[in-house]
């Protein structure tokens, strides 16, 4: 069974920056695209990023343009979502997924983390 595990959540003031980590096993992930999501109280579960296998592609949401980034050390099975100049909107739980087409629905991955809480405060 595949597993993600998300690390790297806490509380951060509004302007501050986090790293996100998602490690993930298996051994199919050459196949697959792995992608960051965030759900807010009340709100839909909503598209942060996503990146392919070897990193060569990254698409974002509107909202976290140049701001976040997706990378990826695929050698280490790990994901990561660096985000810069935080906003208090950007407070919600974050998940990783892996799927395997690209995609910005989140029911079009098959795989996701348990979540890690990001809080920025104003």
């Known amino acids: 069974q595949v597993q993600l595990v998300e690390s790297g959540g806490g509380l951060v003031q509004a302007g501050g920056s986090l790293t996100l980590s998602c490690a993930a096993s298996g051994r199919t992930f050459s196949s697959y695209v792995m992608g960051w999501f965030r759900q807010a109280p009340g709100k839909e579960r909503e598209f942060v990023a996503v990146?392919?296998?070897?990193?060569?592609?990254?698409y974002y949401a509107d909202s976290v343009k140049g701001r976040f980034t997706i990378s990826g050390d695929y050698t280490k099975n790990t994901v990561y979502l660096r985000m810069n100049s935080l906003k208090p909107e950007d407070t919600a739980v974050y998940y990783c997924a892996a799927g395997r087409v690209w995609a910005v629905e989140p029911n079009s991955y098959n795989y996701w983390g348990q979540g890690t809480q990001v809080t920025v405060s104003s």
């Open positions: 990146v392919n296998w070897s990193g060569s592609s990254t």
